[in-house]
């Protein structure tokens, strides 16, 4: 009786997996029809064939960092350090828009972190069918003394 009764437990989780996996697949079949969502010139992609970059690559952007980061007198003094997270919008011109902290460390660090990528120079905007598009991006901005 005992064995029956895994054997039963075992087909309905096997069930219930592939009735969520067929689910998923028409979802995400449904999400891929060009009908469903028009694309809009007001429209921000998350993921695109050709992502924004800083102008030189990640490793100026790094530059770009170490150069014009001002580390916040009273957070450095009072030991605030780590990674601040930015989220922020590329427009198809590479300007920025809409900059705000998604993880941040608290203190004037955050508003730091704002303050960089706002005054970053245009990024190279990103691209989906050879079109320039305006892309979500997260940037990351590391505070240590």
Do not use: H
């Not at 005992?2 to 437990?9: D, N």
Request: positive net charge; charged residues 25%.
């Amino acid at each position: 009786m005992k064995k029956a009764f895994i054997t039963i437990i075992v087909l309905a989780s096997f069930t219930i997996v592939k009735a969520q996996t067929t689910n998923n697949v028409k979802q995400s079949e449904e999400l891929n029809d060009p009908g469903q969502r028009p694309i809009t010139d007001s429209t921000i992609f998350v993921a695109v064939q050709q992502p924004p970059s800083f102008p030189g690559g990640m490793e100026k952007w790094l530059d770009y960092v170490k150069e014009n980061l001002k580390y916040p007198e009273k957070d450095k003094t009072d030991g605030r350090k780590g990674k601040v997270f930015v989220t922020f919008i590329v427009e198809k011109d590479g300007t920025i828009a809409n900059s705000k902290v998604v993880r941040g460390i608290g203190g004037a660090c955050d508003i730091e972190a704002i303050r960089l990528v706002k005054n970053s120079p245009k990024w190279n905007p990103g691209m989906q069918n050879e079109k320039a598009v305006r892309v979500q991006f997260v940037a990351m901005v590391e505070f240590k003394p």
